[in-house]
Nanobody, 122 residues
Framework: VQLQASGGGLVQAGGSLRLSCATS????????MGWFRQHPGKEREFVAVISWSGGNTDYADSVRGRFTISRDNAKNMVYLQMNNLKPEDTAVYYC????????????????WGQGTLVTVSS
């Protein structure tokens, strides 16, 4: 399974971005998918997760109500819509695939994309 995240960039505080994660592999629709981020000098942290069917989602408290995770299994795509962005959202964002289900723990994920940088200016 290969993952490729895109859509990052520079945006002003209060703005929006949509991240996309393109995946390969015939079993994508069976995997839980997550978005994580990493601030410079800090550990990777959970942002959002979506179950294989899309029926269940969960978010970090810091982004709940501002970010929305979604997926299109027909297109092998996962998205992260980010609204009302804040400077503290500045980070490298990673998409990841979990072959065992649905989890917010980064160490349970099996496949990772290369990351896309989001910079939010104040």
């Amino acid at each position: 399974v290969q993952l490729q995240a895109s859509g990052g960039g520079l945006v002003q505080a209060g703005g929006s971005l949509r991240l996309s994660c393109a995946t390969s592999g015939r079993t994508f629709s069976r995997y839980g998918m997550g978005w994580f981020r990493q601030h410079p000098g800090k550990e990777r942290e959970f942002v959002a997760v979506i179950s294989w069917s899309g029926g269940n989602t969960d978010y970090a408290d810091s982004v709940r109500g501002r970010f929305t995770i979604s997926r299109d299994n027909a297109k092998n795509m996962v998205y992260l819509q980010m609204n009302n962005l804040k400077p503290e959202d500045t980070a490298v964002y990673y998409c990841a695939a979990n072959t065992r289900g649905y989890s917010s723990a980064w160490f349970t994920y099996d496949y990772w994309g290369q990351g896309t940088l989001v910079t939010v200016s104040s």
